[in-house]
């Protein structure tokens, strides 16, 4: 394998289909490690599925030793159980990096489409032609699961958030702002 500055796994979580996919970043530009998915359908029981996401997930992570991990938030729909049981995909991935201390973020599928192509509401064929764009993929080599190309779309929205500045310092309250900035705070 080669030597990353820095590998990022995102995961498109779902309970029949999870898409998965892996970016070395080298010199500050993204490269296609891996994509693919985890076919859950063949399980009946949930709880099964969840711990198949689990084994899957943790595997990858010993793979490709990611350091970070991006998901696609959950969107809320109009059924409940849908959203519940997708919550619980979402948090065993979680569960499989967090044991493992790799940092965590989530992006809403309206962020990602947004970085990935202009277009917040831009179909799953547009961002999986864009990826093959920005990553220079051989267009025999993308999954035909868009779930995958969804995944590496997640991870390379967090490639671009991570390389934007701040601009400004995150506090959790007026006391931390009082705390960290006390020389120019009247009393």
């Known amino acids: 394998m080669q030597d990353w500055d820095k590998v990022i796994i995102g995961i498109d979580p779902g309970t029949n289909v999870m898409g998965y996919g892996v970016l070395g970043i080298k ?20 709880y099964l599925r969840l711990r198949r996401i689990y084994e899957r997930v943790s595997g990858l992570i010993e793979q490709y030793l990611p350091d970070e991990m991006a998901l696609e938030a959950p969107f809320y729909g109009k059924n409940v159980q849908s959203m519940l049981k997708l919550g619980r995909a ?24 947004q970085a990935i192509t202009g277009n917040g509401g831009a179909a799953k064929e547009q961002v999986a032609e864009m990826l093959r764009r920005i990553l220079n993929i051989p267009r025999e080599s993308i999954d ?34 009082v705390a960290r900035n006390a020389d120019k705070v009247k009393r």
Not at 31 to 46: P, Q, R, T, Y
Not at 99 to 113: F, G, N, Q
């Open 90 to 113: 979402q948090g065993v991935a979680m569960a499989a990096a967090l044991i493992r201390d790799i940092h965590i973020s989530e992006y809403a599928p309206l962020k990602v489409k």
């Open 144 to 177: 035909p699961h868009l779930d995958a190309t969804d995944a590496l779309g997640v991870a390379l929205c967090h490639f671009y958030e991570s390389q934007r500045p701040t601009t400004h310092r995150q506090y959790k309250s007026w006391k931390d702002f």
């Open 27 to 46: 010199h500050h530009k993204p490269e296609l490690i891996a994509m693919g998915v985890i076919l859950l359908n063949k399980f009946d029981d949930h």
